[in-house]
């Protein structure tokens, strides 16, 4: 079956202006998780989105970052007046239920450059 | 909270040989344990998890882990490295209650020589 999906997958733009991440599921997952890459570094945890619930945003740096997931499936992460120190990759995953034990699956990601 | 150390930023090995990552853990009980591989250009791939029971775990491509109570260790070994095998290398943690969130290593960074 499909994977999850990420557009686009390479992204520039200009400091000061917005982008939109999208992020693509597998069907039924009901948890969704937004991470950031950036050059040797690990995975930075952003925000994560399970089923119905308030999605946990502790891990967003600013905010000008916000993220939504509409109908349980498809989610946007937006970035408001991006900066340099933005760039970086933005790793979507998607898993069958709780994260702490579940195996999550992960999208090819996104290569945004803020020049 | 749960944390995770890798202490190796970049191993080398030559085509054939053995090979070990490292990986250690901060958490107050036994906790979920992965280690997943991210090839360039792509996302990360689940190598093989630990959940309980038999501490030595098998996983794909060839790939074992032995989760160690006692150091707090869960490193992956591969008894003959591959060319392909070039890649970077996470460990992740997952929390038994609260926190749903995994927590992931820096990552290791295979290098393969011929």
């Known amino acids: 079956g499909a994977g999850v999906s990420q557009s686009p997958s390479n992204k520039v733009t200009e400091k000061g202006k917005d982008v939109e991440l999208r992020c693509d599921p597998i069907s039924g997952h009901t948890a969704l998780y937004w991470y950031r890459q950036s050059l040797g570094q690990g995975l930075e945890f952003l925000i994560y989105?399970?089923?119905?619930?308030?999605?946990?945003k502790s891990g967003l740096p600013s905010d000008r970052f916000s993220a939504e997931r509409t109908g349980g499936s498809v989610s946007t992460l937006t970035i408001q007046r991006t900066q340099q120190e933005d760039s970086a990759v933005y790793l979507c995953a998607s898993s069958p239920g709780l994260a702490g034990k579940e195996t999550q699956y992960f999208g090819p990601g996104t290569r945004l450059l803020v020049l | 909270a749960q944390s995770v150390t890798q202490p190796d930023i970049h191993i080398t090995v030559s085509e054939g040989a053995s090979l070990e990552l490292r990986c250690n853990y901060s958490?107050?009980?036994?906790?979920?344990l992965f280690w997943y591989v991210q090839s360039p250009g792509q996302g990360l791939q689940l190598l093989l998890k630990y959940f309980s029971g038999d501490t030595l775990v098998q996983g794909i491509k060839g790939f074992e882990a032995e989760f160690k109570r006692s150091q707090s260790s869960f490193n992956l070994r591969k008894p003959s490295v591959h060319w392909s095998d070039a890649a970077e290398y996470f460990c992740a943690v997952g929390a038994r209650g609260g926190s749903y969130i995994p927590t992931f290593g820096r990552g290791t960074s295979l290098i393969v020589h011929p």
């Open positions: 958490y107050g009980a036994t906790p979920y």
């Open positions: 989105f399970q089923g119905n619930s308030a999605p946990d």
